[in-house]
């Protein structure tokens, strides 16, 4: 790596836990709330459970005397208990769970309001990985979706192929992505930090690796990224960076990749005009270190099986090369 | 019920034998029109699926017990994960509840001598057999599904699962669709019709009203499934563009089509459960169900509100508010029947006098186990949680909780409780008590930290996973727990098998059943009653005056039915006495039909339509063979 700011500021969020992916730990107001939802549930459900068993244990002590515990045997009186504990207290508890959840929650973590967000992301998904464009911006890129801390971001979530599941447990629920559809959700962050996320709908072979991450910036941190998101490709500084550039455009690999300013212009696989300035390779599955890269682009059936990136018959000073021209695409 | 037998009534049972017998040998299997045989047919092929689908969570246990496993790698994974699905839900736990526990003893249980359509019953296993060698052919010649049981499109179309893998599960659903409905419509019939006269419909064990649910919700569930399936067959097999949105078809359709069979069928599977539920609470806690009324009742509101619920599948797909919160109420209305049955079960427990022996072990841990997986069901209406949990292992283990604990479960402890009936002998009790502490042990271990993956953000369906997201410890306790549950299992298989060798005599009614089953000999005669049982009430075996009144009957000959191969039919609702029906005897056509139709599956599967199409007139001549006159026996 030769740019450190950044990558020191990464490096040490990524060792600091990388990005949780709990419902239960929120970092956004209607992760929350589900997340109290739950423990109300919860809570409700221990109580329902425990008294069930309670009443099997009275069963069991009693087993050798017939009848209720002081009241004996009364037909109209069991009968009435079926009636208190099947019908009569459930119809409370769940009328009060449906106008808490379904009436009032529901409208909480729903798709935002048209015009009550600042800004909008497209993120399509693809057989594996996440496209995340910006529009109004030529930005694009690949498994990392950066927006500004403390704002509402509307989400437009949609798919290249089959159904993916756009999900971010820390910032908010689910919402598919369905081909010919647009759905939306909101992505909003108490702090700045990284929320790890997941493809949640069976999507084939590699739907075990499917991540992303969610950085979550102040807000002039954020623009500065855009701005270099919205930059073409650095030209390469070094003959091997060169030859490197030149390998690329010249195999296949330019035919699924897009790096802007060059001739590659590829829509199959990810954006790579500033693929060095992410945190992790194909969707979270690899750190991205000079190595790792390197490993990657040699050997990518073996990192992830069944990927559409082929194995390509090259020297190991050709993958070098390769490997250190994309290494400095900040 | 020692009684001695004038020489009358010796004379009479020896007729019945000689009228009823069927062909020794293996002759006698593949033509046998019994429904007892049938019935266990259905138990030792869905046993043998049972292993199967067991064999392939393991694997999946075995893949998913530390991160970054290899046991398996993506396809495999993806296969065994399919193929589970498949294998459990529709080649075991609707089989066996329908076709073995359905078959056997509905019939037993309104004292009729076999099911309305003989053969149209043994079509029904002949057809199943097919069907589940049919897709098991599919995983040994390498072309296993990858899309996961409810195969949503397009992963599932051509273009992003090549190969036959899909065909082998869509056109294997369809023909097991064929034996379920055929299964469905039978049970129908028999529950109106073959009641024994004076078991009117409030007089039927609760045990029929659970079947007659089951049967009413499969003949109405399965075409969306069949309908679906076609669909999709159409699209991979001719290029049609049903669910192809490019070309103006349409994805969601397969979803709804999908659940609107799908969600019914959750309670096809635990309503056959909770049956063997009321079944056996009775004996055990030697009293009379609670509620007998309102029980019934639920058990057919379940299934009726069960059809509509299904969008809660679907909360995540972006389907408008509205349609959300309305599949929400539905959902959430169909816990009261829900919780009619349970508490009914559990104050039936409280207020009798139970005897903790095997049977009711399993009934104890399945009420126990439904509590639990009910609980978290309803979680799933409460719609930002849904949305939320939706596609987690949270949802892995409330529908294992809902799956195995409150369907298998009692099926386990119904083979324990009908063991002795169908083979005259008993089971050993002490192995039999630890076979369920070890399989209960077994079961929440493997399950119950699912749901606290599951809310630590786990998705299912991934063949690995990383190890820094905190997910380790509780995947190997599951794996461990799964080793456990199949240990168990494995005990309850060995007890079973050994104590048919070597249990004690059982005599015709070990446990004080209350049902007719129990009126007749261990293992039962083919004819079931040499008398057709009189039924005052629906606990008939509590009604010693009736059954002493049969005792009479069959010395004076009175409802014996000695003239031929016949049972009673009788009125739909008041059980009057309606007619004698002649019963099919035992046929070869059947199984020929079977054989006829798997021709027609496995060459529309290669595509090669003229061969199918000579299965398709294969199949009208066995028909016409099948519905030809017979000869009249003497």
Same mark, same amino acid.
């Given at each position: 790596? @030769?740019? =450190?700011?950044?990558?020191?500021?990464?490096?040490?969020?990524?060792?600091?836990?990388?990005? @949780?992916?709990?419902?239960?730990?929120?970092?956004?107001?209607?992760?929350?709330?589900?997340? /109290?939802?739950?423990? =109300?549930?919860?809570?409700?459900?221990?109580?329902?459970?425990?008294?069930?068993?309670?009443?099997?244990?009275?069963?069991?002590?009693?087993?050798?005397?017939?009848?209720?515990?002081?009241?004996?045997?009364?037909?109209?009186?069991?009968?009435?208990?079926?009636?208190?504990?099947?019908?009569?207290?459930?119809?409370?508890?769940?009328?009060?769970?449906?106008?808490?959840?379904?009436?009032?929650?529901? @409208?909480?973590?729903?798709?935002?309001?048209?015009?009550?967000?600042?800004?909008?992301?497209?993120?399509?998904?693809? &057989?594996?990985?996440?496209?995340?464009?910006?529009?109004?911006?030529?930005?694009?890129?690949?498994?990392?979706?950066?927006?500004?801390?403390?704002?509402?971001? &509307?989400?437009?979530?949609?798919?290249?192929?089959?159904?993916?599941?756009?999900?971010?447990?820390?910032?908010?629920?689910?919402?598919?992505?369905?081909?010919?559809?647009?759905?939306?959700?909101?992505?909003?962050?108490?702090?700045?930090?990284?929320?790890?996320?997941?493809?949640?709908?069976? #999507?084939?072979?590699?739907?075990?690796?499917?991540?992303?991450? /969610?950085?979550?910036?102040?807000? @002039?941190?954020?623009?500065? =990224?855009?701005?270099?998101?919205?930059?073409?490709?650095?030209?390469?500084?070094?003959?091997?960076?060169?030859?490197?550039?030149?390998?690329?455009?010249?195999?296949?690999?330019?035919? #699924?990749?897009?790096?802007?300013?060059?001739?590659? &212009?590829?829509?199959?696989?990810?954006?790579?005009?500033?693929?060095?300035?992410?945190?992790?390779?194909?969707?979270?599955?690899?750190?991205?270190?000079?190595?790792?890269?390197?490993?990657?682009?040699?050997?990518?059936?073996?990192?992830?099986?069944?990927?559409?990136?082929?194995?390509?018959?090259?020297?190991?000073?050709?993958?070098?090369?390769?490997?250190?021209?994309?290494?400095?695409?900040? | 019920?020692?009684?001695?037998?004038?020489?009358?009534?010796?004379?009479?049972?020896?007729?019945?034998?000689?009228?009823?017998?069927?062909?020794?040998?293996?002759?006698?299997?593949?033509?046998?029109?019994?429904?007892?045989?049938?019935?266990?047919?259905?138990?030792?092929?869905?046993?043998?699926?049972?292993?199967?689908?067991?064999?392939?969570?393991?694997?999946?246990?075995?893949?998913?017990?530390?991160?970054?496993?290899?046991?398996?790698?993506?396809?495999?994974?993806?296969?065994?994960?399919?193929?589970?699905?498949?294998?459990?839900?529709?080649?075991?736990?609707?089989?066996?509840?329908?076709?073995?526990?359905?078959?056997?003893?509905?019939?037993?249980?309104?004292?009729?001598?076999?099911?309305?359509?003989?053969?149209?019953?043994?079509?029904?296993?002949?057809?199943?057999?097919?069907?589940?060698?049919?897709?098991?052919?599919?995983?040994?010649?390498?072309? $296993?599904?990858?899309?996961?049981?409810?195969?949503?499109?397009?992963?599932?179309?051509?273009?992003?699962?090549?190969?036959?893998?899909?065909?082998?599960?869509?056109?294997?659903?369809?023909?097991?669709?064929?034996?379920?409905?055929?299964? +469905?419509?039978?049970?129908?019939?028999?529950?109106?019709?073959?009641?024994?006269?004076?078991?009117?419909?409030?007089?039927?064990?609760?045990?029929?009203?659970?079947?007659?649910?089951?049967?009413?919700?499969?003949?109405?569930?399965?075409?969306?499934?069949?309908?679906?399936?076609?669909?999709?067959?159409?699209?991979?097999?001719?290029?049609?563009?049903?669910?192809?949105?490019?070309?103006?078809?349409?994805?969601?359709?397969?979803?709804?089509?999908?659940?609107?069979?799908?969600?019914?069928?959750?309670?096809?599977?635990?309503?056959?459960?909770?049956?063997?539920?009321?079944?056996?609470?009775?004996?055990?806690?030697?009293?009379?169900?609670?509620?007998?009324?309102?029980?019934?009742?639920?058990?057919?509101?379940? $299934?009726?509100?069960?059809?509509?619920?299904?969008?809660?599948?679907?909360? $995540?797909?972006?389907?408008?508010?509205?349609?959300?919160?309305?599949?929400?109420?539905?959902?959430?209305?169909?816990?009261?029947?829900?919780?009619?049955?349970?508490?009914?079960?559990?104050?039936?427990?409280?207020?009798?006098?139970?005897?903790?022996?095997?049977?009711?072990?399993?009934?104890?841990?399945?009420?126990?186990?439904?509590?639990?997986?009910?609980?978290?069901?309803?979680?799933?209406?409460?719609?930002?949680?849904?949305?939320?949990?939706?596609?987690?292992?949270?949802?892995?283990?409330?529908?294992?909780?809902?799956?195995?604990?409150?369907?298998?479960?009692?099926?386990? !402890?119904?083979?324990?409780?009908?063991?002795?009936?169908?083979?005259?002998?008993?089971?050993?009790?002490?192995?039999?008590?630890?076979?369920?502490?070890?399989?209960?042990?077994?079961?929440?271990?493997?399950?119950?930290?699912?749901?606290?993956?599951?809310?630590?953000?786990?998705?299912?369906?991934?063949?690995?996973?990383?190890?820094?997201?905190?997910?380790?410890?509780?995947?190997?306790?599951?794996?461990?727990? $799964?080793?456990?549950?199949?240990? !168990?299992?494995?005990?309850?298989?060995?007890?079973?098998?050994?104590?048919?060798?070597?249990?004690?005599?059982?005599?015709?009614?070990?446990?004080?059943?209350?049902?007719? *089953?129990?009126?007749?000999?261990?293992?039962?005669?083919?004819?079931?009653?040499? %008398?057709?049982?009189?039924?005052?009430?629906?606990?008939?075996?509590?009604?010693?005056?009736?059954?002493? *009144?049969?005792?009479?009957?069959?010395?004076?000959?009175?409802?014996?039915? *000695?003239?031929?191969?016949?049972?009673?039919?009788?009125?739909?609702?008041?059980?009057?006495?309606?007619?004698?029906?002649?019963?099919?005897?035992?046929?070869?056509?059947?199984?020929?039909?079977?054989?006829?139709?798997?021709?027609?599956?496995?060459?529309?599967?290669?595509?090669?339509?003229?061969?199918?199409?000579?299965?398709?007139?294969?199949?009208?001549? %066995?028909?016409? +063979?099948?519905?030809?006159?017979?000869?009249?026996?003497?």
């Amino acid at each position: 790596m @030769k740019k =450190w700011g950044w990558g020191i500021t990464l490096g040490a969020l990524l060792l600091s836990g990388c990005g @949780k992916q709990s419902p239960l730990e929120p970092q956004s107001p209607a992760s929350h709330d589900i997340a /109290v939802l739950w423990w =109300w549930m919860l809570g409700i459900a221990a109580v329902v459970f425990f008294g069930a068993v309670a009443l099997l244990a009275i069963g069991w002590v009693r087993r050798d005397r017939p009848g209720l515990p002081f009241i004996g045997e009364n037909e109209g009186v069991t009968t009435g208990l079926v009636v208190t504990f099947g019908m009569v207290i459930p119809v409370i508890v769940l009328v009060a769970l449906f106008a808490v959840s379904d009436l009032w929650l529901v @409208k909480r973590t729903g798709a935002p309001d048209p015009g009550t967000t600042s800004m909008t992301i497209r993120v399509i998904g693809h &057989q594996w990985f996440w496209e995340v464009r910006y529009p109004g911006t030529r930005a694009v890129t690949a498994n990392e979706i950066h927006i500004p801390a403390r704002t509402r971001v &509307q989400v437009i979530a949609t798919t290249a192929d089959v159904i993916h599941s756009f999900w971010v447990p820390q910032l908010n629920r689910k919402i598919d992505m369905i081909p010919g559809n647009e759905n939306r959700v909101l992505l909003y962050a108490d702090n700045p930090g990284i929320y790890r996320g997941q493809c949640a709908e069976f #999507c084939g072979l590699q739907h075990a690796h499917m991540a992303m991450k /969610v950085f979550a910036e102040p807000r @002039k941190r954020f623009q500065g =990224w855009l701005k270099d998101q919205e930059e073409r490709a650095v030209t390469p500084a070094t003959p091997e960076e060169r030859e490197g550039r030149q390998l690329f455009l010249q195999n296949a690999c330019a035919g #699924c990749h897009t790096i802007r300013g060059t001739s590659a &212009q590829g829509s199959i696989g990810p954006d790579l005009t500033h693929v060095a300035s992410r945190s992790t390779l194909a969707a979270v599955t690899l750190p991205n270190t000079n190595h790792a890269l390197e490993r990657w682009i040699r050997d990518p059936q073996h990192v992830k099986p069944g990927t559409k990136m082929p194995a390509l018959d090259l020297s190991n000073t050709d993958f070098a090369a390769i490997g250190s021209y994309l290494d400095h695409l900040r | 019920m020692a009684i001695a037998v004038p020489k009358a009534a010796d004379a009479r049972i020896d007729r019945l034998e000689r009228i009823w017998a069927e062909r020794p040998g293996v002759m006698g299997w593949l033509t046998t029109v019994d429904h007892k045989r049938i019935g266990l047919m259905f138990l030792f092929t869905s046993l043998a699926f049972f292993a199967a689908g067991g064999v392939e969570a393991l694997l999946i246990r075995t893949q998913l017990l530390q991160p970054n496993g290899t046991v398996l790698g993506p396809n495999g994974f993806n296969e065994a994960m399919t193929m589970h699905g498949v294998t459990m839900i529709f080649l075991f736990v609707v089989p066996i509840s329908i076709g073995a526990f359905g078959n056997y003893l509905v019939p037993m249980m309104i004292g009729a001598r076999d099911m309305a359509f003989p053969r149209l019953n043994a079509f029904s296993f002949w057809v199943f057999l097919a069907a589940g060698i049919f897709m098991y052919v599919g995983v040994f010649s390498g072309n $296993a599904p990858t899309a996961g049981w409810f195969d949503y499109v397009p992963l599932a179309e051509n273009t992003y699962s090549p190969g036959p893998g899909i065909d082998f599960y869509a056109l294997g659903l369809i023909f097991t669709g064929v034996s379920s409905t055929a299964t +469905a419509v039978n049970l129908i019939v028999t529950i109106f019709k073959l009641r024994a006269p004076g078991m009117s419909i409030n007089r039927m064990p609760l045990f029929c009203f659970a079947f007659l649910a089951v049967a009413f919700a499969l003949v109405f569930a399965l075409p969306a499934l069949t309908c679906a399936l076609v669909l999709l067959e159409f699209d991979r097999l001719l290029g049609f563009h049903f669910y192809d949105i490019a070309a103006g078809g349409d994805t969601i359709l397969w979803q709804n089509l999908f659940w609107i069979f799908g969600h019914p069928e959750v309670y096809i599977i635990i309503l056959p459960a909770f049956g063997i539920a009321t079944s056996i609470i009775p004996t055990f806690v030697r009293r009379r169900m609670v509620a007998f009324p309102m029980v019934a009742l639920a058990e057919i509101l379940v $299934a009726f509100i069960g059809f509509g619920v299904w969008a809660h599948h679907m909360f $995540a797909v972006g389907l408008s508010q509205v349609t959300n919160i309305y599949f929400a109420a539905a959902s959430l209305i169909i816990v009261i029947p829900s919780g009619i049955q349970l508490f009914a079960w559990i104050t039936t427990i409280v207020t009798g006098t139970p005897r903790f022996k095997t049977p009711l072990l399993w009934i104890v841990g399945f009420i126990v186990l439904f509590i639990i997986g009910g609980l978290s069901g309803i979680t799933f209406a409460a719609i930002p949680f849904d949305q939320q949990l939706t596609d987690t292992y949270y949802v892995v283990a409330h529908f294992h909780y809902v799956i195995f604990g409150a369907a298998v479960f009692p099926i386990l !402890g119904g083979l324990y409780y009908w063991f002795p009936k169908v083979t005259g002998r008993m089971y050993f009790e002490r192995w039999g008590q630890a076979s369920f502490w070890v399989s209960f042990a077994g079961m929440n271990l493997t399950f119950f930290p699912m749901h606290i993956v599951g809310l630590l953000g786990m998705p299912r369906r991934q063949y690995t996973y990383p190890s820094d997201l905190g997910w380790t410890g509780y995947n190997i306790i599951e794996s461990i727990g $799964a080793y456990l549950l199949a240990a !168990g299992l494995l005990m309850v298989v060995a007890n079973l098998i050994v104590s048919s060798f070597r249990g004690e005599a059982a005599g015709r009614d070990p446990f004080g059943g209350a049902t007719l *089953e129990w009126a007749t000999s261990s293992p039962p005669p083919a004819y079931n009653y040499a %008398v057709i049982p009189k039924v005052s009430s629906p606990y008939p075996m509590w009604d010693a005056e009736d059954r002493d *009144e049969d005792v009479a009957n069959l010395a004076s000959g009175r409802m014996v039915l *000695e003239q031929g191969h016949e049972t009673p039919a009788s009125t739909a609702v008041d059980a009057d006495w309606d007619e004698i029906l002649d019963m099919p005897s035992s046929s070869p056509w059947p199984v020929v039909l079977a054989v006829a139709i798997s021709g027609i599956f496995a060459f529309v599967l290669l595509k090669q339509w003229i061969a199918a199409g000579v299965f398709v007139v294969a199949t009208l001549v %066995v028909l016409a +063979a099948w519905h030809g006159k017979e000869p009249q026996r003497a």
